[in-house]
């Protein structure tokens, strides 16, 4: 029975979601706010008519911890102390609401009562508080405010235990040996792991809340068959709202026939990237018109010997004759990219504060336009036939690492960048703590506030970006760029061709059950 009502309550939580997404969130967040007033006055209104209306007087009787039961009972509407009132019969003093109790008591007052009070409420109390309690519970969770789920189904279940015991002492099965708080634990067990769907985990949380291990395999054979019996109708409620609200969420394994796709076919090839040393005012327009966590930071590939640049730094370097390869460059066999070494970012640095010459961001030709350099800033570079896609794309670019959003927005906000005439050693130096100094509430760009002089300002992120972060071939098997990510925690990943050009990147939405059918439809 459980299963069955959490299964119930799921499939409304859902429905009410999909209603409230579609005609509450989509709109100014003034019904946001109404929302969740209309769900308040609702709440008060049904609990203060329970309690005045509908609540029964219980006399106290001798309990052990007469004491702490009294201090958490309400009287509202019943005889004061020490009036003699008849009850079932009997002559008692002194009386509580138990409907005031129930719901004018805080949460964790209103389990204890129920897990520890044997015989204090009445059959229509916990009813009729059992009914209330699932509808408003179903409605509050989902809205524009924060609220819970474990305690609401903690208490709805514990209504439920104490309801079935107290409707078998009602009808005359009543035995000394039963006792109504175990019954409550076991229908907050039933209920939460209806709802939840989770066993293991919820049965080591109620030991540890019970401090009873004997009630440690009856917990554990409730909720594996509350869990059971809520799969047969629909999914956990977590997981429905993570449905819902597309949270790339990746499962344990990858969807099943998904061997013949690789990391190519669900790969993003619409890249949005910045240079080693780029302009602020690029990158500030980059980080407003987009809302991606990470940045590729690149270099375009030279095809020609014309970078007059990129050559002065040649001549200073070794090239090893056999593989005919520069350092800092690419390494053609090799999958992983190698970022410019410290020799190329050094001795290019010493040629800029020698000659102070006006630098060009990161292998930018010489001789272009502004209009064209600033499409370069952009990533509307130059095109080339990839051996990937097949298709004309963008010019090839070398990997030199990731930078965080968070990061590029504390560079601007410590200005943390260079005047072109002085050159990149004129750039101030910020430590690592200060970079994460606001995690994990990290401001945002617009949050910036840069003068137009400064906004023509370069910014060198070498010092700052993760210079080897994972990388996957464009070969890779679906199965193994899942496990990457599963095992690694990884939000994004590099894809590379074998000669180190990266081709695309691969986030936790590419690799969502929805994402990957398409591919695989597309592909098949």
């Keep these: 029975v459980g299963g069955l009502m959490g299964a119930w309550f799921n499939s409304l939580n859902e429905r009410l979601t999909k209603y409230r997404m579609k005609h509450v969130f989509t709109k100014h967040i003034v019904f946001k706010v109404l929302e969740a007033v209309l769900i308040a006055a609702v709440t008060s209104f049904s609990i203060f008519i329970l309690a005045t209306l509908l609540g029964t007087c219980v006399p106290v009787v001798h309990k052990n911890n007469l004491q702490d039961f009294v201090n958490s009972t309400r009287n509202y509407f019943c005889p004061p102390k020490g009036i003699p009132t008849s009850f079932e019969g009997n002559t008692f003093y002194e009386y509580y609401n138990d409907m005031a109790t129930l719901v004018f008591n805080s949460e964790e007052d209103s389990i204890k009562q129920l897990f520890h009070q044997n015989g204090s409420f009445t059959l229509a109390t916990l009813g009729l508080t059992l009914i209330v309690y699932f509808f408003i519970a179903c409605w509050t969770y989902g809205a524009g405010v924060p609220s819970g789920l474990f305690v609401p189904c903690l208490t709805i279940g514990a209504l439920y235990g104490r309801f079935v015991i107290t409707l078998w002492m009602t009808i005359g099965w009543e035995t000394p040996k039963i006792y109504a708080g175990t019954f409550a634990l076991i229908g907050a067990a039933a209920f939460l792991g ?46 429905i709202h993570i449905e819902l609200r597309e949270i790339p969420l990746l499962g344990w394994d990858s969807p099943e026939c998904m061997d013949r796709l690789n990391a190519a076919d669900v790969m993003n090839r619409d890249l949005k990237y910045i240079y080693p040393i780029s302009r602020v005012q690029s990158i500030e327009r980059l980080l407003r018109v987009t809302a991606h966590n990470a940045f590729l930071v690149v270099t375009p590939l030279s095809l020609n010997n014309n970078n007059e640049e990129y050559n002065n730094i ?18 053609r066999d090799s999958i992983h990219p190698i970022h410019p070494s410290k020799v190329i970012v050094t001795t290019k640095r010493k040629q800029d504060a020698k000659k102070h010459l006006h ?88 949050d910036v506030n840069l003068s137009l002089a400064e906004k023509q300002s370069l910014m060198d992120v070498s010092l700052y970006m993760n210079p080897c ?23 994004h990943l590099p894809v590379i061709e074998d000669s180190g050009i990266v081709v695309g990147i691969i986030t936790r939405h590419d690799l969502t059950h929805e994402h990957l059918h398409n591919a695989f439809h597309k592909k098949t």
Aim: no cysteine; hydrophobic share 35%.
């Design 314 to 331: 040649e001549t200073e370097l070794e090239i090893d004759d056999e593989t005919n390869f520069v350092p800092g460059l690419y390494h």
């Design 194 to 239: 209806g709802v939840v769907r989770m066993t293991v985990s919820l049965t080591v949380i109620l030991i540890e809340s019970t401090d009873e291990i004997e009630y440690g395999l009856p917990l554990l054979l409730t909720l594996m068959v509350a869990k059971w019996v809520g799969d047969l109708f629909n999914e956990g409620l977590y997981d």
């Design 469 to 491: 972060p994972y990388t996957v071939s464009h070969h890779a098997p679906l199965p193994r760029v899942f496990t990457i990510f599963r095992t690694m925690g990884l939000r």
């Design 359 to 446: 630098h060009k961001e990161g292998a930018t030709p010489i001789n272009v336009t502004d209009s064209q350099h600033m499409n370069l800033l952009s990533g509307l570079t130059g095109s080339y036939q990839s051996s990937v896609t097949g298709k004309t794309e963008h010019k090839p670019l070398i990997l030199n690492g990731v930078i965080l959003r968070s990061q590029l927005v504390t560079l601007m906000l410590n200005k943390i960048f260079f005047n072109e005439a002085d050159g990149p050693m004129s750039q101030p130096y910020i430590s690592h703590q200060t970079l994460t100094e606001d995690y994990p509430r990290y401001k945002t760009v617009f």
